[in-house]
């Protein structure tokens, strides 16, 4: 199976691969500028995929229709997406554009470090 992804991000799937073989012939991603956590069994992948922690926020409402994980300042999928634009706004739409910085973040949400989300969050472990 082929699958093509450019500034993606996979990361976090609890007990199993981020990235895992469905079965049959070996699964190839094609793309650039991925991050990968785990990758399963009878996968290839682009030499250049990261695999780095990236430091992710918690799942929540940060602006748009749908929540998000925000990236935190010191992530490492921050402008390492590449220079190329498929939207002019991140996942969240009018009003978070796409590219902040020298490039690109990896993955739905653009960093903005005046947003407030870098601030560290009151209850860290998600009691609300």
């Not at 918690?58 to 935190?72: D, E, F, I, S, V």
């Not at 010191?74 to 910085?101: E, F, K, M, N, V």
Request: aromatic letters at 8%; one cysteine or more; a negative charge.
């Amino acid at each position: 199976t082929l699958m093509i992804a450019n500034s993606s991000l996979f990361w976090g799937n609890a007990g199993s691969p981020d990235i895992e073989h469905t079965g049959g012939g070996d699964d190839i991603l094609d793309g650039t500028h991925n991050l990968i956590g785990k990758i399963g069994d009878h996968i290839s992948y682009p030499i250049e995929t990261l695999h780095c922690d990236p430091q992710l926020r918690p799942l929540a409402w940060n602006g748009g229709p749908t929540r998000t994980h925000a990236l935190p300042s010191g992530s490492c999928a921050i402008d390492a997406g590449g220079t190329y634009l498929w939207s002019d706004y991140d996942q969240r739409g009018a009003g978070h554009p796409r590219w902040l910085g020298t490039q690109v973040d990896i993955g739905a949400y653009e960093h903005d470090p005046n947003d407030g989300t870098d601030d560290a969050p009151i209850f860290a472990d998600g009691f609300d």
